[in-house]
């Protein structure tokens, strides 16, 4: 064998040696990037957690991280303003340490029930301030990790005072607002009466009358009487006393003495009717809904309304004796009216015409339709009718509130107002409640 020499190549040796350069080249700008990417990321880190801070330092309400042994690993400057404890003496210190010992067995139960139940629980719990005790409104939800497991209990808590003060003040706004509500339906109702004065001074003449007249006939016939037995009483002979019965005609007295009370009586009850509708109808309407005949209320509407515009206009009306619904009747009525008035508004032009009502039973409802023959609702009208403040009446006639109040009101009650246009002309007004009875017998509703 020949000698094997231990020098090595001179070529080979350097060809080596530059590759190993390359590869640490390699290796030592791929550390440089990984450096500048991980400082980038460690710079978005600590930005984001000044970020955090600073969120978690502004909040009024109290943060408590807990782990599942209820100790506390994190919280916010908040609950440090509140119980004077720096962080550091709070973090590992049991949460329910914190709060009145009264609430502790509750708050620990709360912890354990959000961490089982993995849900969101909440109490009303007493912290042990520096100060003054405060009653909080707490809430425990889990915190989980990435792999869904349960690893502690965050608790939020938010002063009782603020929360009251808040509800407080919704609570005054929300009263405020139906106070206007209720003095706009009855300035709306208010001035319906104002306009409809002279109708309802019409209606409520004829009775009187008819009572002033029977008075009279009455007074005639004590007076008849009042002679007659004055004679009797004076013993006047037989034949002067028949003479005397048949000169002051006192059989007829006595006949009509009956009727004359009769018609004084009806009179009178219908003038006692019509100021119990003005009562109920002017009425704030606070009480329950109570039934009452909607067939008897449209009637005194479509009265009060069309005595003031008699002989132009006339009423045709077809319903049942009596249909029963339930609620206010005052607040139906007011509808009733505003829908009637509208219609003898909308033919004030025209020498003469009609409103036609129809009421019907349909599918357990009781169905109320007012039609007229005016021009109809342009489609602009039918889109905003039941918006408030919108009219088609020149200023000074109307302000838009009763379409609106009248479409409130149905509502309320159960039921629909629905406007439309009739095939042969002239508007139409369906008003739908739910029917209790209908019929034409007696009934108790």
Known sequence: MGEISNTLNPAFSDAAWIDVIRQMDTTY??????????????????????????????????????????????????????????????????????????????????????????????????????????????????????????????????????????????????????????????????ASLGRLVSGV????????????????????????????????????????????????????????????????????ERARDIVESLRRFSA???????????????????????KGHEPRLRAIISAPERMIVEGRSGHIQQVLMNIIQNACDSMEERKEGAIDIGLTEEAGYAVLRIGDQGLGMSPEAMLRMFDPFFTTKPVGKGIGLGLSISYKIIQQHGGSLMPMNKPDGGAMFEIRLPLRWCGTSEATP
């Open 29 to 190: 700008s791929e550390l440089l990037k990984y450096q500048v990417e991980l400082e980038k990321k460690n710079s978005d880190l600590e930005a984001m957690r000044a970020f955090i801070e600073s969120v978690l330092g502004s909040m009024t309400d109290i943060l408590i991280a807990c782990n599942l042994q209820n100790q506390i690993i994190q919280t916010n400057a908040a609950l440090v303003r509140r119980t004077g404890i720096s962080s550091q003496a709070l973090t590992h210190l049991p949460v329910t340490d914190l709060f009145a010992e009264d609430d502790r067995d509750k708050l620990a139960a709360m912890l354990t029930a959000a961490a089982t139940k993995m849900r969101t629980q909440r109490l009303e719990l007493t912290l042990q301030t520096q100060d003054t005790p405060e009653i909080l409104d707490v809430h425990a939800a889990p915190r989980i990790d990435s792999r869904g497991r349960v690893v502690g209990i965050v608790l939020i808590g938010r002063p009782i005072g603020e929360l009251r003060r808040a509800y407080v003040e919704l609570n005054s706004a929300h009263e405020k607002l139906i106070h206007a509500q209720e003095q706009l339906v009855h300035s709306e109702k208010m």
């Open 284 to 306: 704030h309407g606070h009480g329950e809904a109570q039934p009452f005949d909607l067939v008897g209320i449209t009637r005194t509407a479509l009265a009060w309304v069309i």
């Open 201 to 268: 001074a019409h209606e409520i003449n004829n009775p009187i009358s008819f009572v002033y007249g029977n008075a009279h006939a009455l007074e005639r016939y004590v007076g008849r009487l009042e002679t007659y037995f004055q004679q009797v009483q004076a013993g006047a002979p037989r034949t002067e006393l028949i003479r005397l019965r048949d000169e002051l005609k006192i059989d007829k007295a006595v006949g009509n003495l009956r009727e004359a009370i009769a018609g004084a009586l009806e009179g009178a």
